[in-house]
């Protein structure tokens, strides 16, 4: 099997997903507001998809997105129109590919009395390079007047990485990359419940890590793993282990049973390129055809999988995330 996985895959993925190559394609929330997965725009490279982020602290931070309006700001959204969307969008992040985008419209009358208009935004949404970037096209479209008219669906549209909108946007907890356009840190928006800290010394400083003499771990981009292996030899995935970082490059990893205790279980296998190298990871199972893999859109289980982790002349993570649902490993 080629080695093709894009290291611009997401660190996690929610449990149980890979199960079955889900192609759920839009989340729609009421008429005329919805998360869609569509085709990302013509010539953009490919985004950091699959990733999987709070709904709660999406919610949050899209809470703070104001937009300027006349000589005042207002909320983007609202609370309760926040905490529907993110929901939505954080399954939706979870299930996109590399080369989708998310298209966001939100309909919401934002507290306005029982006879007033309700307003749409919107959004382009896609992360790449540790960001979740939000590019809004409409922080106010009035469209619901026609639509009441004619009963027309109207031509939508999200935002775009090459047109800048009319929009103003502020945000003090966000990269400002254009006036309609932000980017969210996607560290701030990880699950609460896999609380980890950067791999650092007692001073908070990269630290070098023993066991080999491949260098020290930079901390940058990569939370504390359960293990950190920089020896050359071939390793097997321990049973606590939920991360394991390599340092060194062309491994053969053999995971544990999918079933048992580790039914559910994700494991993400990170490896660091200090090199410019292309390292291949080589996945197996010890107990036979348990692993099936994103490459054959998981139709076939195969004893072992390959994965090119490396972009050529750079240092970057290559994430591969396996999930077990008792009796395979779903690798992506």
Request: charge should be neutral; glycine fraction near 8%.
């Amino acid at each position: 099997m080629k080695p093709v996985l894009s290291a611009t895959l997401a660190l996690m993925m929610i449990p149980g997903l890979l199960q079955a190559a889900d192609t759920r394609r839009m989340w729609q929330i009421s008429a005329f507001t919805w998360i869609k997965r569509s085709p990302a725009e013509k010539g953009a490279g490919a985004n950091g998809h699959p990733l999987q982020v709070d709904p709660a602290a999406l919610a949050k931070a899209m809470e703070s997105i104001h937009f300027v309006s006349g000589s005042a700001e207002e909320p983007l959204f609202e609370r309760t129109e926040a905490e529907k969307l993110a929901k939505a969008m954080a399954e939706a992040l979870s299930l996109a590919g590399p080369g989708e985008d998310l298209e966001l419209l939100s309909t919401s009358k934002r507290g306005a009395s029982l006879l007033g208009t309700s307003l749409a935004v919107t959004a382009r949404v896609f992360a790449v390079d540790g960001k979740l970037n939000l590019i809004v096209h409409d922080s106010r479209n009035e469209f619901m007047f026609q639509y009441n008219l004619d009963y027309m669906m109207p031509r939508f549209e999200y935002g775009s990485r090459t047109a800048a909108g009319p929009v103003v946007l502020k945000d003090p907890g966000a990269e400002l990359r254009r006036a309609d356009w932000i980017a969210l840190p996607v560290e701030a928006l990880r699950p609460a419940a896999n609380p980890q800290s950067p791999i650092a010394g007692p001073s908070g400083e990269a630290g070098t890590v023993s066991g080999g003499s491949a260098g020290p771990v930079q901390a940058t981009g990569i939370h504390a793993p359960s293990a950190v292996i920089t020896t050359a030899s071939d390793y097997t995935v321990q049973a606590d282990e939920r991360c394991v970082v390599f340092t060194t490059i062309d491994r053969t990893i053999t995971l544990p049973d999918p079933g048992g205790p580790n039914t559910g279980r994700v494991l993400t296998i990170l490896s660091p390129d200090p090199t410019g190298a292309r390292p291949n990871l080589l996945l197996q199972c010890p107990s036979g055809a348990k692993l099936k893999s994103a490459l054959d859109s998981f139709a076939s289980a195969n004893d072992r999988c390959f994965f090119d982790s490396s972009t050529a002349g750079k240092w970057r993570v290559g994430p591969i995330s396996c999930t077990s649902d008792g009796v395979f490993w779903y690798c992506q």
